[in-house]
């Protein structure tokens, strides 16, 4: 059975400080697809980035970092240089692979971040 | 950004009554679901469909339906509302092998009371 975990619940922290959040996932599947969502206090869901399993080359785009761990079956989140735009909820999910196309995401219950000024 | 419209946005009903939740995409996208959010508990699976007429459940299913007779249009029905359905609740589309991401709608907060 497929299962993300997000262990931190809330993170606050002071504006330019750079902060990591936690994602561990569980699969039984060899091809899977990680990715990262950015919920803002407005409400919407944003996609941030999507991870093959096959894949386990660090991304960078901008003041946002990935980092995928197939042996610790982690893709944790760092915001480098915080900003109080980052302040959201955000969540990590997981979807296997499958021949036929899309699979539904299952989502961690998400880490709440407040960068405060 | 995707072209993905819900509504109602905002709606309140009573316990009992039948209330129908409209997604519309014009992006024709083939897969097309529906979550719910609710506190402590992140997003969870309602219902998905993968293509016309071609619909399956998720992980909370229970006391919801579903009707895809078009590609642009998903409907999640509950037909006797409860307190416990309320909820905010997300469609998204994908699709398809070329683009395994999810892109949500804006979102629709049911209150039952």
């Known amino acids: 059975a497929q299962k993300v975990t997000q262990a931190q619940t809330e993170i606050s922290v002071v504006e330019k400080e750079d902060v990591t959040l936690d994602c561990v996932y569980e699969?039984?599947?060899?091809?899977?697809?990680l990715f990262w969502y950015k919920q803002p206090p407005s409400g919407e869901l944003v996609f941030l980035i999507r991870r093959n399993s096959f894949d386990e080359q660090n991304e960078i785009s901008g003041r946002y970092s990935w980092n995928f761990q197939k042996s610790t079956s982690s893709f944790n989140f760092t915001i480098t240089a915080s900003q109080v735009v980052d302040s959201a909820v955000y969540f990590c999910?997981?979807?296997?692979?499958?021949?036929?196309?899309?699979?539904?995401?299952?989502f961690g219950k998400g880490t709440r971040l407040s960068v405060i000024a | 950004d995707a072209g993905i419209t819900q509504s109602p946005r905002h709606k309140v009903t009573e316990t009992g009554t039948p209330v129908t939740l409209r997604c519309h995409q014009t992006e024709n996208h083939r897969y097309m679901y529906w979550y719910r959010q609710d506190p402590g508990h992140g997003l969870r699976l309602i219902h998905y469909s993968y293509g016309v007429k071609d619909t399956d459940k998720g992980e909370v299913s229970d006391g919801y339906s579903v009707s895809r007779s078009k590609t642009e249009d998903f409907l999640l029905t509950l037909e006797s509302a409860t307190s416990s359905q309320t909820s905010v609740y997300f469609c998204a589309i994908a699709g398809g092998l070329s683009s395994y991401e999810q892109y949500f709608g804006p979102g629709t907060r049911l209150t039952v009371t």
């Open positions: 999910a997981l979807s296997e692979g499958a021949s036929t196309g899309n699979t539904p995401l299952v």
């Open positions: 699969t039984r599947d060899t091809t899977y697809y």
